[in-house]
């Protein structure tokens, strides 16, 4: 999808359980974000990355956390806190509009 | 942040027919993008219109702006099976250049 790859496709978490789910682009683009995206309901902002080593909360940030050490590789891991982390996942660069790539579907078992 | 509302919530048409949807905002913009989301898919960019632009197209996508009341809308000319999908308007407000989207428009078109 455009040059950004997530992965896994689709991911099952158990209570309690941290997992991480990755997001790689080769796009050559500074700003990266991730989306969660609920059935019938938009997009919303988890954190975004203007640049390699910083990182903004966005609006649904608690029970999340990112990393940006690579300019490639913008990781999220949905931690225990978490309560409600089934939903689809989406990951985003950003130059003159937006790509995304083709998403990760979590759900709780 | 704020954020786009499209309108309708789902739209339901024969194929060659044209489509048409809305996109309310609140508040002052710089860009306002439209994307297409196939099921299960991520999305796709379609088109930006700037602030001080008022209509866009490419190829069979129209779109329009009106940064007086505040919204946007999105035709789609000559219909096919394959523009089934949901359509998403993103704003952003002035000073941020994060995007924010609404619920979308989920249109099908009929064979």
């Known amino acids: 999808d455009g040059g950004i790859t997530q992965s896994p496709k689709y991911l099952f978490r158990k209570e309690g359980q941290n997992v991480t789910l990755s997001c790689e682009q080769n796009l050559n683009h500074d700003a990266m974000y991730w989306y969660r995206q609920d059935p019938g309901q938009g997009l919303r902002l988890i954190y975004y990355?203007?640049?390699?080593?910083?990182?903004q909360k966005g609006d649904i940030a608690e029970g999340y956390s990112v990393s940006r050490e690579k300019k490639e590789s913008f990781p999220l891991t949905v931690t225990s806190a978490q309560k409600n982390p089934t939903a689809f996942y989406l990951c985003a660069t950003e130059a003159y509009g937006y790509t995304f790539g083709s998403g990760t579907r979590l759900t709780v078992v | 942040s704020q954020q786009g509302e499209e309108d309708p919530q789902a739209l339901s048409i024969q194929e060659g027919e044209n489509a048409t949807m809305n996109c309310s905002y609140k508040t002052s913009i710089n860009n306002l993008q439209w994307y297409r989301q196939n099921s299960g898919r991520g999305l796709v960019h379609l088109i930006l219109?700037?602030?001080?632009?008022r209509e866009k197209h490419s190829g069979r996508l129209r779109v329009t702006l009106d940064t007086s009341k505040k919204s946007s809308s999105l035709l789609i000319t000559a219909s096919r099976a394959a523009d089934t999908a949901s359509y998403f308007c993103?704003?952003?407000?002035?000073?941020?250049?994060?995007?924010?989207f609404g619920r979308g428009t989920s249109l099908i078109v009929h064979p």
């Open positions: 219109i700037r602030s001080n632009e």
């Open positions: 990355s203007q640049i390699v080593n910083d990182f």
């Open positions: 993103a704003t952003d407000g002035t000073g941020s250049y994060i995007p924010t």
